[in-house]
């Protein structure tokens, strides 16, 4: 079975700056997909990036960008130049496959506060 | 329009109670899901549908029963409400890919 880890309940940023949130998982899968999902105080969630394990350059969405470590295991998101909107819960999650009703595993999220 | 919309979005209701929670997407997916986020907020999934034919089943109390009339709607009923089915339940659509999921904001599901 697959696991995510977030090993970092809090986060806190200043506007402006730059934060990194970890995500580890486990799999001996070779193809997956990852993805970092933003949940605001609105509970809505909401895709913010994604990344195939089969590329090697790693994604970029405007300001939020991700360290990809296949051998590592390691699947981090940066966020430049925070904004106040970005406050929210993150979560990491791996998919095994992308056929028929593929299964969304989550890690336990990471709760990030901007700050002025 | 709303992609994925679940109705109601808060549901306040004593032990005991059965209840459904409705959801529609309008995305042409194939496939649905209901996840429950506890009070911790981590995600599980409870079950998936692919047009219409149950295909996961977690381990989820058979008081929980899904629905799918045709592949636009996914519905949730719960029997025997338990204080234990507190939790914010999310329902989101896929089209096989690896675009993740599309998710509805939310039933936030209160049992007193």
């Known amino acids: 079975a697959q696991t995510v880890t977030q090993s970092q309940p809090e986060m806190s940023v200043q506007e402006a700056e730059t934060v990194t949130l970890s995500c580890t998982y486990d799999?001996?899968?070779?193809?997956?997909?990852l993805f970092w999902y933003k949940q605001p105080p609105s509970r809505q969630m909401i895709l913010v990036i994604r990344q195939e394990a089969y590329k090697q350059q790693n994604a970029t969405e405007n300001r939020f960008s991700v360290n990809f470590q296949k051998a590592a295991k390691s699947f981090s998101l940066k966020i430049s130049d925070s904004q106040l909107g970005d406050t929210a819960m993150y979560f990491c999650a791996f998919m095994k496959q992308a056929g028929t009703a593929s299964k969304l595993t989550f890690g336990t999220g990471t709760r990030l506060q901007v700050t002025l | 329009d709303t992609a994925v919309s679940q109705t109601p979005k808060y549901l306040v209701t004593q032990m005991g109670n059965d209840k459904s929670i409705k959801c529609e997407q309008n995305?042409?997916?194939?496939?649905m899901y209901w996840y429950k986020q506890d009070s911790k907020k981590f995600l599980k999934i409870m079950f998936s549908?692919?047009?219409?034919?149950?295909?996961i089943n977690e381990t989820v109390p058979n008081r929980f029963s899904p629905k799918s009339p045709d592949k636009a709607h996914l519905n949730l009923h719960i029997n025997s409400l338990e204080l234990g089915d507190s939790a914010v339940y999310f329902c989101a659509s896929s089209q096989p890919g690896s675009y993740g999921y599309t998710f509805g904001s939310g039933t936030r599901l209160t049992v007193v």
């Open positions: 995305l042409g997916h194939d496939t």
């Open positions: 799999t001996s899968e070779s193809n997956y997909y």
């Open positions: 549908y692919n047009n219409k034919e149950l295909i």
